[in-house]
């Protein structure tokens, strides 16, 4: 579905690269997360694959991004915008400014594709409901709280039903629970066959959704793999990426001989829970 | 950014299309600067714009504004037209070189109650028009997507500049630069402001025109519209009849009537 | 020292956002705000510096009472960290952003060269002086805005978000910076959604749930509320979920807290 061919971008004001000679395919239907130390790249990558580098943000390329079977770079963005969803990491700049209410702003992506009003009607109601916004809906996009104005960026974008949905961060100012039910948004997304390409730095909610994750560094991929693979890495904290706790507290515990050397270090609550009953001789242990 | 001058209310004025407005407002400028009768002006002013205000219910903000706007401009034309009218006439007081004549006063007269029109007429539109109901509407009657975002984005322009100045300036408050005091002092606290402002304005509206695309703003073809602009025969009716008054009033002036 | 009495706030929109607040914070403590989104964090934070003013009730920071200074002369006790970094940089390079603030508030050359210099470091941005704010990556942004604030050496800070889109090295940073500032004795106000980030680091937190505090107390208290819990938007840490899980009575916090007990049974 996505594919960069040796693929550079050095953005016009930029003395280094913030992307370079990156070669990847993410199949169609697959959630693939991005994480990744700040100035690693990952919103630049965001921006390539929603075409907006380079047909918004000047610059210079090499190689090409190819999605659904079309170049990026050749194709007249709103064509892209068709089928590719962005959502940006600072959702104060997602809002349009043109509209007077939340409902509105939310519909404003259908109005400019010429969805029928009944169906319009439907969707924003649809995504009002799935991100619980909808005490929000007759507030003016911009008397929102930070999180607020996230979960209203997002919708905003969600509305539109994109078979490529790029996400840059989209719960970084949620609180847990707003967090969780966009997760769960995102996963049943997932499992109605959208390709997701989700940047974020909550690594033990992304372990439970992800089919894959890279880690890019300085423009490049460093990792790339399964989520339990990649996450459990011992050299993410040397580059400048946080694991989760879990994998924190189980690689403690085998320096402190109380996790066998053999035994996958966990990624996630569940795989975490099972592996402490395990060395603690619960229920669970095999 | 903000949307505007724009105040919110319930009023017939208010639920007006605002295609309607904006021809009222055209029309009304049009017939200010068309006919040359010095009392004109005045009149549309008082006769049109005056009770449009106070139905649309914004007649605090409308003043106000129109004082800002228009008064340095008056004391501008008065003083020019005014006092340095080059024209015969009699001459009604004496400055040294300076003298002030009565064509002179009543050819400023007119002049400051034009743009008092102009600048009414305008303001009328943008406190009682949601520029994105403007946008809507224009883009409903077929107007380019785009050249209607730049209409309604041009008349958010200064509002944004001033939203965006407010955020700089409480951003530098924050960090204990002082404000308020005299005149110099005001100058003062302006200036650090200028470069943030133009860079600041700048990137934000680079990203926003990124975010605009994001939803499809730049497609082309049919648009729909979740709350499609309501309009009415009568109000398409005096619109025809609005055009027809400007283009009169032109004509006339071409025929010599007000000679 | 911070001391809310009764605080009462309703935007102009008719939304009450902080519906009687009263909080006191000593110097030296550092208190983590919580809550779900729209509860009224933000709203509280900027009533701090006098961006906002009571509708009712009042604010002292430091024994002043906020309605009776201005933002600017309230710069001088309160340093405040906006939530989002674009409404708070404005300089045309990091070295000028990091600067305006000791500038302003009259610190001899020599101890505001020496606060911008920490400031820089202490957020790993030497190096980057002469680059201006906006081809910074968002998080390099509110890093940016953070030195900002360290800069001004005052003796409150308030925190919106400190940690935002942070990676690893991001939020040792603000950890470090935080126990570093309640060391000395100042008083630190941080919001934040990050539970693991705010169990770890802070000794008190504070639960706002519709403009009202409904939890205060140690991460210990705080996180055992259960279902209270979830209803102001929040969760527990994942090792006190992961302690939960595994049915441990006294759950543990941090990660070497975790491990020890798991040594200990
Ligand atoms: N508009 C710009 N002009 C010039 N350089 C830029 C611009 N935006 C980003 N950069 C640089 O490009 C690099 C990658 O930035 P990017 O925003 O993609 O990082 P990121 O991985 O998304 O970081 P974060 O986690 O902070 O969001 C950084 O070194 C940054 O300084
Ligand atoms: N400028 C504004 N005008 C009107 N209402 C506002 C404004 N800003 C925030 N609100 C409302 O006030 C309430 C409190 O908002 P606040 O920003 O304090 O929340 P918060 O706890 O900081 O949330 P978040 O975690 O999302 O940042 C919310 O209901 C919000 O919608
Ligand atoms: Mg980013
Ligand atoms: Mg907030």
């Known amino acids: ?170 719960t970084s100012q949620l609180d847990p629970v707003g967090s969780g039910q966009v997760f769960d948004a995102v996963r049943a997304l997932h499992r109605a066959g959208v390709t997701i390409v989700l940047v974020e730095h909550k690594l033990e909610r992304l372990a439970e959704i992800a089919d894959r994750v890279l880690v890019l560094r300085h423009g490049e991929v460093a990792l790339d793999g399964p989520p339990a693979t990649v996450l459990a890495d011992p050299r993410l904290a040397d580059w400048g990426v946080a694991g989760t706790r879990y994998t924190a507290a189980a690689r403690l515990a085998r320096e402190r001989g109380l996790w066998p050397e053999d035994r996958d270090l966990p990624v996630t609550l569940d795989a975490a829970v099972a592996g402490f009953r395990a060395v603690t001789g619960g229920v669970e242990s095999r | 950014m903000t949307v505007g001058f724009y105040q919110h209310r319930e009023s017939s004025v208010h639920r007006l299309n605002p295609l309607t407005k904006l021809t009222l407002a055209v029309a009304v400028v049009i017939a200010a600067f068309a006919v040359p009768l010095t009392w004109w002006p005045a009149a549309l002013f008082l006769v049109v714009l005056v009770p449009a205000v106070l139905a649309a219910r914004v007649p605090a903000r409308f003043a106000a504004l129109t004082v800002k706007f228009v008064g340095p401009l008056l004391v501008a034309v008065f003083l020019v037209q005014g006092l340095f009218f080059p024209g015969e006439g009699a001459e009604l007081a004496r400055l040294g070189p300076i003298s002030v004549k009565a064509e002179g006063l009543a050819f400023a007269a007119q002049t400051a109650t034009r743009l008092l029109v102009l600048i009414g007429a305008f303001l009328f539109l943008l406190l009682t028009t949601h520029p994105g109901v403007l946008m809507n509407a224009m883009v409903q ?21 001033r939203e965006r100045a407010q955020h700089i300036l409480r951003a530098q408050q924050a960090r204990g630069m002082a404000t308020g005091g005299g005149l110099r002092r005001r100058i003062g606290v302006l200036l650090p402001l200028i470069g943030p402002l133009a860079l600041g304005a700048l990137t934000e509206v680079e990203e926003r025109a990124v975010a605009m695309e994001a939803r499809a703003f730049g497609a082309t073809g049919r648009r729909t519209s979740l709350m499609p602009v309501p309009d009415t025969t009568a109000q398409r009716l005096a619109r025809w009849g ?10 006339a002036n071409a025929l010599g009537v007000f000679a | ?58 604010v002292h920071v430091d024994g002043w009472d906020t309605a009776e200074h201005t933002v600017a002369e309230l710069a001088a006790k309160v340093g405040y960290l906006f939530q989002n970094p674009d409404e708070q940089l404005f300089a045309r390079t990091v070295a000028e ?15 505001r060269a020496r606060l911008v210099r920490r400031a820089l470091e202490d957020t790993r941005l030497t190096g980057l002086e002469e680059v201006h704010p906006y081809q910074l990556s968002l998080a390099e942004r509110k890093r940016v805005a953070l030195a900002a604030v360290l800069a001004m050496d005052t003796p409150i800070l308030v925190l919106d978000e400190p940690t935002t889109g942070a990676d690893h090295a991001g939020v040792r940073d603000v950890a470090a910076a935080v126990s570093e500032l309640a060391g000395r004795g100042r008083t630190v106000l941080a919001v934040t959604h990050d539970m693991d980030f705010c169990a770890e680091n802070f000794d008190r937190i504070v639960v706002l749930a519709g403009g009202r505090i409904v939890r205060d107390g140690s991460p210990d208290e705080v996180f055992r509320a ?16 992961l302690s939960e899980a595994l049915g441990w009575s006294r759950p543990a916090t941090t990660v070497d807290a975790f491990v020890d007990r798991l040594a200990s049974r």
Do not use: W
């Open chain 3, 226 to 241: 259960g279902a209270d819990l979830a209803q102001a938007g929040v969760e527990p840490p994942q090792l006190m979920r």
């Open chain 2, 242 to 251: 609005l055009a027809a008054f400007a283009a009169a009033t032109i004509v």
């Open chain 3, 97 to 111: 952003e990091v600067a305006f603030g000791p500038r302003n508030l009259g610190y001899p050359g020599d101890r």
């Open chain 2, 141 to 161: 009657r077929g107007l380019p997507p785009n050249i209607s975002y730049v209409v309604s984005a041009t008349l958010q322009i200064v509002p944004a500049f």
């Open chain 1, 1 to 170: 579905m996505i594919e960069l061919d040796d693929f550079s971008y050095a953005y016009p004001t930029g003395s280094r690269p913030a992307l370079r000679s990156l070669r990847l395919a993410v199949p169609a239907g697959q959630l693939c997360g991005v994480v990744g130390p700040s100035g690693a790249g990952k919103s630049t990558f965001a921006h390539a694959l929603a075409g907006f580098i380079p047909h918004a943000l000047g610059g210079e390329t090499a190689g090409r991004v190819v999605v659904g079977g079309r170049t990026v770079a050749d194709t007249p963005l709103p064509d892209l915008v068709r089928d590719v969803g962005l959502v940006l990491q600072n959702p104060f700049n997602q809002i349009s400014g043109v509209k007077f209410t939340v409902r509105e702003e939310l519909a404003f992506g259908l109005e400019n594709l010429g969805v029928p009003q009944e169906e319009m009607v439907r969707r924003v109601d649809a995504v009002l409901a799935e991100l619980r916004i909808e005490g929000l809906a007759d507030r003016s996009p911009y008397q929102l709280s930070g999180g607020q104005q996230q979960l209203v960026a997002l919708g905003s974008v969600l509305v539109m039903r994109p078979s490529v949905l790029v996400l840059d961060e989209p």
């Open chain 3, 1 to 58: 020292m911070i001391r809310i009495d009764s605080l009462v706030y309703r935007y102009p929109t008719g939304v009450t956002a902080l519906d009687g607040v009263s909080l006191r914070v000593e110097p030296g403590e550092r208190v983590a705000l919580i809550g779900r989104n729209g509860a009224g964090k933000t709203t509280l934070a900027r009533h701090l510096n006098g961006i906002l003013r009571p509708t009712a009730g009042s």
